[in-house]
């Protein structure tokens, strides 16, 4: 399916208006009025007051059929009014039909030996038959054989609709020959890059608005943190900070304890075959990683518990592709001095290989693992160390040496990080304290890009298994609270393309979120299965002291048909 250009269009546009903003000749009265968090028009454009400069900047300009009201795009209020359903009048032409010239090659098949068709009478009324749902040659009673044996309908069909002969015999020549013209429909976006202007991208699929469902928590107070699908898509895994592990079963869109491990988590994977889940924390002995599964209760079993040597055991991570799984730990000492990675499998347990320690500017925040063209097919994993700092560096695994790989200092710090799969060839690190570049994505030289939601704070991203698509997840920020999300639009090209799409939770402060100001959403993972749905969690709206329930949102593509009950 076909993106819309317009669409597509309005997105970059949007994007470009939101990293410029009013420069400094702008108008200096709306200025004025500038408070922070504010937002109000100036004409057809969305203004809000940036809490840095106290001027207002461009965020949205109001698309067609809108207008700006109150900081708001809000439709102008005309709109289709359908009086009355469409319905078919009966024939009252006097002239006889006339029968459009077949452009299709001729027929090679042998001449029609079978008799007439014998039709009974007709004794319905005109145009009270249900629509014609048999298959392609049979004949409705309503319908006038002429002596050829095309049949035409009662009621004024178009050329496309001439039924043919009575054979039974597929047709050879009714096959239209396969269209190997590229679509029509295609956009030309701003890459970003430093090197190249512009690029086209095909619109290979048409995602369409995120629906979003409250999920009921009673159950856990304080915030959540992680959620990971199991591969069968039956069910997810949500950490608790304190440890608490909460099972969603997919079936009845309902949570429940599955157990506690430990005394705090901080990350979980899973075993690409299902057999476990990996988690990071600590309990009262130490630093700590489990290997765990859930019986047939749904209640947690662990399997295995091992030391951490060195750091705390921050993140986790699966190689992509291998089997049996190899999973990276990444750790990281107090005052963010020292980041090491270990490697996990069963048969070898953890394990810290010669040269994957090394002094950071900043904690490690996150890693993935790249993709192996960019080291001489070499295994590799990328360090995200954000954490009161700003570095990157890069394992490679054939030669046991952490090299850099051009992050600047100026990119601000590091975060979350995820490598898109299926059609691959980048990653992407979030900068989770910028207003403007939310993003870099890397495949091989690093690409800066902004996303339509302004201030994001982007926390958390998430592929879609087969490559498409990513969902980035933020804050709750605005005068009217929405709970900030983005999604990368990729589709099935391959190298990095800024394609993006606001998804964000709009009323978040309305039923049935209740939320507020300042909450975040801390994780997002996609369901396994076919239809683009997933679960968000995040923070819950109370304080450290009177903390009450966090939020947990299931998503789905309102115009993806597997998502349809």
Same mark, same amino acid.
């Given at each position: 399916?076909?993106? %819309?250009?317009?669409?597509?269009?309005?997105?970059?546009? @949007? /994007?470009? $208006?939101? $990293?410029?903003?009013?420069?400094?000749?702008?108008?200096?009265?709306?200025?004025?009025?500038?408070?922070?968090?504010?937002?109000?028009?100036?004409?057809?454009?969305?203004?809000?007051?940036?809490?840095?400069? &106290?001027?207002?900047?461009?965020?949205?300009?109001?698309?067609?059929?809108?207008?700006?009201?109150?900081?708001?795009?809000?439709?102008?209020?005309?709109?289709? =009014?359908?009086?009355?359903?469409?319905? $078919?009048? %009966?024939?009252?032409?006097?002239?006889?039909?006339?029968?459009?010239?077949?452009?299709?090659?001729?027929?090679?098949?042998?001449?029609?030996?079978?008799?007439?068709?014998?039709?009974?009478?007709?004794?319905?009324?005109?145009?009270?038959?249900?629509?014609? =749902?048999?298959?392609?040659?049979?004949?409705?009673?309503?319908?006038?054989?002429?002596?050829?044996?095309?049949?035409?309908?009662?009621?004024? *069909?178009?050329?496309?609709?001439?039924?043919?002969?009575?054979?039974?015999?597929?047709?050879?020549?009714?096959?239209?020959?396969?269209?190997?013209?590229?679509?029509?429909?295609?956009?030309?976006?701003?890459?970003?890059?430093?090197?190249?202007?512009?690029?086209?991208?095909?619109?290979?699929?048409?995602?369409?608005?995120?629906?979003?469902?409250?999920?009921?928590?009673?159950?856990?107070?304080?915030?959540? &943190?992680?959620?990971?699908?199991?591969?069968?898509?039956?069910?997810?895994?949500?950490?608790?900070?304190?440890?608490?592990?909460?099972?969603?079963?997919?079936? =009845?869109?309902?949570?429940?304890?599955?157990?506690?491990?430990?005394?705090? @988590?901080?990350?979980?994977?899973?075993?690409?075959?299902?057999?476990?889940?990996?988690?990071?924390?600590?309990?009262?002995?130490?630093?700590?990683?489990?290997?765990?599964? &859930?019986? #047939?209760?749904?209640?947690?079993?662990?399997?295995?518990?091992?030391?951490?040597?060195?750091?705390?055991?921050?993140?986790?991570? /699966?190689?992509?592709?291998?089997?049996?799984?190899?999973?990276? /730990?990444?750790?990281?000492?107090?005052?963010?001095?020292?980041?090491?990675?270990?490697?996990?499998?069963?048969?070898?347990?953890?394990?810290?290989?010669?040269?994957?320690?090394?002094?950071?500017?900043?904690?490690?925040?996150? @890693?993935?693992?790249?993709?192996?063209?960019?080291?001489?097919?070499?295994?590799?994993?990328?360090?995200? #160390?954000?954490?009161?700092?700003?570095?990157?560096?890069?394992?490679?695994?054939?030669?046991?040496?952490?090299?850099?790989?051009?992050?600047?200092?100026?990119?601000?710090?590091?975060?979350?990080?995820?490598? %898109?799969?299926?059609?691959?060839?980048?990653?992407?690190?979030?900068?989770?304290?910028?207003?403007?570049?939310?993003?870099?994505?890397?495949?091989?030289?690093?690409?800066?890009?902004?996303?339509?939601? =302004?201030?994001?704070?982007?926390?958390?991203?998430?592929?879609?298994?087969?490559?498409?698509?990513?969902?980035?997840?933020?804050?709750?920020?605005?005068?009217?609270?929405?709970?900030?999300?983005?999604?990368?639009?990729?589709?099935? *090209?391959?190298?990095?393309?800024?394609?993006?799409?606001?998804?964000?939770?709009?009323?978040?402060?309305?039923?049935?979120?209740?939320?507020?100001?300042?909450?975040?959403?801390?994780?997002?993972?996609?369901?396994?299965?076919?239809?683009? #749905?997933?679960?968000?969690?995040?923070?819950?709206?109370?304080?450290?002291?009177?903390?009450?329930?966090?939020?947990?949102?299931?998503?789905?593509?309102?115009?993806?048909?597997?998502?349809?009950?």
């Amino acid at each position: 399916m076909l993106r %819309r250009t317009t669409q597509r269009m309005a997105l970059i546009g @949007l /994007v470009g $208006l939101a $990293l410029t903003g009013p420069g400094c000749g702008d108008d200096n009265a709306i200025n004025a009025t500038c408070v922070a968090g504010a937002k109000t028009c100036d004409g057809p454009t969305v203004v809000a007051c940036d809490p840095r400069t &106290l001027r207002f900047v461009t965020v949205e300009e109001c698309p067609v059929g809108t207008a700006c009201l109150s900081g708001v795009c809000s439709p102008n209020g005309f709109g289709d =009014t359908i009086t009355a359903p469409d319905a $078919l009048a %009966r024939d009252t032409s006097t002239s006889p039909d006339t029968a459009v010239a077949d452009t299709w090659p001729a027929d090679t098949l042998p001449a029609d030996t079978l008799p007439a068709d014998t039709l009974p009478a007709d004794t319905l009324p005109a145009d009270t038959l249900p629509a014609d =749902t048999g298959p392609f040659d049979t004949v409705e009673p309503t319908d006038t054989v002429e002596p050829t044996d095309t049949v035409e309908p009662t009621d004024t *069909v178009e050329p496309t609709d001439t039924v043919e002969p009575a054979d039974t015999t597929p047709p050879a020549d009714t096959t239209p020959p396969v269209d190997t013209t590229p679509p029509a429909d295609t956009t030309v976006v701003a890459d970003g890059s430093p090197t190249t202007d512009v690029v086209v991208v095909p619109d290979p699929f048409n995602p369409g608005p995120m629906n979003w469902d409250k999920i009921g928590n009673i159950l856990v107070t304080g915030d959540l &943190l992680r959620v990971k699908w199991h591969p069968s898509g039956a069910y997810a895994l949500i950490l608790n900070p304190a440890g608490k592990v909460i099972r969603y079963d997919a079936a =009845t869109r309902s949570i429940a304890l599955a157990g506690t491990v430990g005394t705090a @988590l901080t990350d979980i994977d899973v075993d690409p075959e299902g057999g476990y889940f990996l988690l990071t924390g600590k309990n009262s002995a130490g630093q700590r990683v489990w290997r765990l599964h &859930l019986d #047939e209760d749904g209640v947690v079993v662990v399997d295995e518990e091992l030391a951490v040597g060195y750091g705390d055991a921050v993140v986790v991570a /699966v190689e992509p592709g291998r089997l049996p799984a190899r999973f990276a /730990v990444g750790t990281r000492t107090s005052g963010n001095i020292i980041s090491r990675v270990y490697l996990y499998t069963v048969a070898d347990g953890l394990v810290l290989p010669t040269g994957f320690a090394w002094n950071a500017s900043g904690g490690v925040t996150d @890693l993935m693992w790249g993709d192996p063209a960019l080291y001489s097919g070499s295994p590799n994993i990328i360090v995200s #160390e954000g954490l009161n700092g700003s570095d990157c560096h890069t394992l490679v695994l054939d030669s046991a040496l952490h090299v850099g790989n051009g992050w600047s200092s100026g990119y601000g710090n590091s975060g979350r990080a995820a490598w %898109r799969p299926g059609p691959g060839g980048y990653g992407v690190i979030l900068s989770p304290n910028s207003s403007i570049t939310h993003l870099r994505a890397f495949d091989g030289v690093w690409h800066g890009a902004s996303l339509p939601t =302004t201030y994001i704070y982007a926390n958390a991203i998430a592929w879609r298994a087969n490559g498409t698509r990513a969902l980035i997840v933020g804050k709750v920020v605005g005068t009217s609270p929405y709970a900030a999300v983005a999604e990368i639009q990729a589709g099935t *090209v391959p190298g990095w393309t800024p394609v993006f799409a606001d998804q964000s939770i709009s009323d978040f402060a309305q039923a049935p979120w209740f939320g507020k100001v300042g909450m975040y959403l801390t994780d997002v993972d996609w369901r396994p299965g076919p239809c683009d #749905e997933g679960l968000v969690v995040g923070t819950d709206s109370g304080t450290s002291t009177s903390p009450n329930f966090a939020v947990i949102a299931r998503f789905w593509d309102s115009a993806d048909p597997a998502c349809l009950p």
